[in-house]
């Protein structure tokens, strides 16, 4: 049984920090591209950074410089480091396991032929201004 949780989400004010964890587990961690999403209240889910498994990584343009993904294969888990936090960065983060391109469009779509193949429950990051 495929299971990816997210860990680490919370509530801080603008300009801080947040780092969450999504521990993986149930299939081949390492084998796959991974990624975070985000979905803030009356929007369309969003891709914000993958990682792929050579560690090269894809930012979306709304959280370049200020976001840090990184996967831990031994541990079979995946980071976001948050710094420099928005009141517009507030959403539901979603960890995912995505297949095909491990690319990212600068808006923060994943490309045709790429698809989330397990997603993860959800962490809400509320930051607040």
């Known amino acids: 049984q495929v299971q990816l949780v997210e860990s680490g989400g919370g509530s801080v004010q603008a300009g801080g920090s947040l780092r969450l964890s999504c521990a993986a587990s149930?299939?081949?961690?390492?084998?796959?591209?991974m990624g975070w999403f985000r979905q803030a209240p009356g929007k369309e889910r969003e891709g914000v950074t993958l990682?792929?498994?050579?560690?090269?990584?894809t930012y979306a343009d709304s959280v370049k410089g200020r976001f840090t993904i990184s996967r831990d294969n031994a541990k079979n888990t995946l980071y976001l480091q948050m710094n420099s936090l928005k009141a517009e960065d507030t959403a539901m983060y979603y960890c995912?396991?995505?297949?095909?391109?491990?690319?990212?469009?600068?808006?923060?779509?994943?490309?045709?032929?790429?698809?989330?193949?397990?997603w993860g429950q959800g962490a809400q990051v509320t930051v607040s201004s």
């Open positions: 149930g299939y081949t961690y390492s084998s796959y591209c």
């Open positions: 990682i792929g498994t050579n560690d090269g990584t």
């Open positions: 995912a396991a995505v297949s095909g391109f491990c690319l990212l469009t600068r808006a923060g779509s994943l490309l045709s032929g790429s698809k989330v193949e397990y």
